[in-house]
Structures are given as C-alpha cells and as structure tokens.
C-alpha cells in the first residue's frame, strides 16, 4: 500500500475517532454532569456505590463504553481486535473489514484532574516493540503493521 492512500485511511480514522469522543460525554454523563452509572448491582439486588479508586472507575468507564467503540467501529468499517493478554498493546486494534492491512492501535486512558488546570496520564511503558518495530512482543501485531496510534483519552472529576 503506498503512502498516501495509507494518509488518506490515517486522517479519515483520525477524523471520525474525534468525532466519536465528542459524543461520548453525553453516553457517560448527563447534562449537568452527574455520571449516568451510579454503581454496581448484584444478583440479590444488592447495590454498591462506586470507589473513588481510580483503577474502578477506568475499568468501568471501558466497560460502559465498549458497545459504543464497537458500534462506531462498525459504523466506520472496522472490525476490532482486543489485547491478547492484559499487558498488551494497543487496548484495541482497529482492522479494516475489507484490507486487513490497515490497523490502527487505540490505547484508551483514562485520569482524574487534580484541579482546574491539571491531569496526568502514563502513557504505558515504552516496550521492545519500540525499538524492534517488526517484532511481537507485548503487542497485538508488530508496531511497523500498525498505519497510525492513537489515545482514546478520559478525564474526569472525583
């Protein structure tokens, strides 16, 4: 595949990811910004109020995104591909349904703010596949067959 089709594919995904974050603060949150999950539910109908603990709150918040990112994905013409293991990258790979060539790694992050004008994220380790970009180690597919990478990122307030 030469570049520029490679670009044209890179800036369109590009162009609709941005498109679909926009939308997701009206799935996660109503309009005066109180979260639309409240807490967890069991089978004896016992319900428990979410943590502040930030690993809860991002695994929830991906759980309650996840049909959302697969119906965009859909809608767009990809198919997705989750991380192997749980200490893979990317979180999601992006494929497209008719030229598997095309991928696009999509990590999603998520962060509190700790005031007005602050937030922090780690944006992972910088594994071997940084260096050995034909290799498969700690990643989904080798990071050289990847067509661009992206951060799906989620800030929120305690």
């Given at each position: 595949?030469?570049?520029?089709?490679?670009?044209?594919?890179?800036?369109?995904?590009?162009?609709?990811?941005?498109?679909?974050?926009?939308?997701?603060?009206?799935?996660?949150?109503?309009?005066?910004?109180?979260?639309?999950?409240?807490?967890?539910?069991?089978?004896?109908?016992?319900?428990?109020?979410?943590?502040?603990?930030?690993?809860?709150?991002?695994?929830?918040?991906?759980?309650?995104?996840?049909?959302?990112?697969?119906?965009?994905?859909?809608?767009?013409?990809?198919?997705?591909?989750?991380?192997?293991?749980?200490?893979?990258?990317?979180?999601?790979?992006?494929?497209?349904?008719?030229?598997?060539?095309?991928?696009?790694?999509?990590?999603?992050?998520?962060?509190?703010?700790?005031?007005?004008?602050?937030?922090?994220f780690t944006l992972g380790s910088h594994g071997a596949y940084f260096i050995q970009r034909d290799k498969a180690k700690n990643i989904q597919f080798p990071y050289n067959q990847y067509s661009?990478?992206?951060?799906?990122?989620?800030?929120?307030?305690?």
């Amino acid at each position: 595949m030469n570049k520029a089709n490679t670009k044209k594919y890179k800036d369109d995904f590009r162009t609709e990811l941005k498109r679909f974050a926009d939308k997701l603060k009206n799935h996660i949150s109503t309009d005066n910004g109180d979260w639309t999950i409240k807490g967890f539910i069991d089978i004896y109908k016992n319900i428990y109020t979410i943590s502040s603990d930030t690993k809860i709150v991002s695994k929830i918040l991906e759980i309650h995104l996840f049909p959302q990112i697969l119906q965009f994905a859909d809608g767009i013409g990809y198919h997705i591909v989750l991380a192997e293991k749980q200490n893979y990258y990317p979180d999601l790979t992006f494929v497209h349904k008719s030229n598997d060539q095309i991928k696009f790694a999509v990590d999603i992050k998520t962060t509190f703010r700790r005031n007005d004008s602050s937030v922090g994220f780690t944006l992972g380790s910088h594994g071997a596949y940084f260096i050995q970009r034909d290799k498969a180690k700690n990643i989904q597919f080798p990071y050289n067959q990847y067509s661009g990478h992206f951060v799906l990122g989620i800030i929120y307030s305690r």
